[in-house]
């Protein structure tokens, strides 16, 4: 089945320290990818997307994301982590589903990351 | 441009009653998507509306619904609610670029 996996339920990193979070698709084809951020009792922020090209894709607040096709994965990395960046971290892949003649698209979301973030 | 928009931010509802539950789209995006995010189910799709017409279907029981108006705002209704119902229901509306979509803040939803 088609699907978008978090490994890491909640990581724990000290402000300045590298940060590297962890995303894996199932598909047949390589969907459009994303990385979402959500603050506690706010909506979901974009923080990158991946479609297709270069690999490597930057984002707002500092963030990179890296495309490996040979793993299925999309990981989130950033190389000094901010208390501000403490927040619920959602990978996410957007998928075109064919069926009766039509065809819609589909954004499936993993479970999220929560990111601590100790002084 | 002003994001995306909902009414009301929060509601306390009793169980068997129903409730609606609005989202306004960034202006000029035309189609406006619905999920529902708990702690134990994550994000979940709802439904997809563009131009009116339901495009996209999640696996959730028909007593949630939804419709589109021609100026693209967006409602959901959940009639007959259970307790399990209680969710942040989170609205996303996107233009051009259909993949590329942006969220609202949602409604928290809390039934008693």
């Known amino acids: 089945a088609q699907s978008v996996t978090q490994p890491d339920i909640h990581i724990t990193v000290s402000e300045g320290a590298s940060l590297e979070l962890r995303c894996n698709y199932s598909y047949g084809a390589t969907p459009y990818l994303f990385w979402y951020v959500q603050s506690p009792g706010q909506g979901l922020q974009l923080l990158l997307k991946?479609?297709?090209?270069?690999?490597l894709v930057q984002g707002i607040k500092g963030f990179e994301a890296e495309f490996k096709r040979s793993q299925s994965s999309f990981n989130l990395r950033k190389p000094s982590v901010h208390w501000s960046d403490a927040a619920e971290y959602f990978c996410?892949?957007?998928?075109?589903?064919?069926?009766?003649?039509?065809?819609?698209?589909?954004?499936?979301f993993g479970q999220g990351t929560i990111l601590t973030v100790h002084p | 441009k002003a994001g995306v928009t909902q009414t009301p931010r929060y509601l306390i509802k009793t169980r068997g009653q129903q409730v609606t539950l609005s989202c306004s789209p960034i202006?000029?995006?035309?189609?406006v998507s619905w999920y529902q995010q708990t702690p134990g189910q994550g994000l979940q799709f709802l439904f997809e509306y563009f131009s009116e017409t339901q495009r996209n279907k999640g696996n959730f029981p028909g007593r949630f619904s939804g419709r589109q108006f021609s100026n693209s705002r967006s409602e959901m209704n959940v009639s007959t609610l259970e307790l399990g119902d209680s969710a942040l229901y989170l609205c996303?509306?996107?233009?051009?670029?259909?993949?590329?979509?942006?969220f609202g803040p949602g409604t928290r939803l809390t039934v008693t």
């Open positions: 202006s000029g995006h035309r189609s």
């Open positions: 991946y479609f297709s090209g270069d690999t």
């Open positions: 996410a892949a957007y998928t075109i589903v064919y069926a009766g003649g039509t065809s819609y698209g589909k954004l499936t």
């Open positions: 996303a509306s996107s233009g051009s670029v259909p993949y590329e979509q942006y």
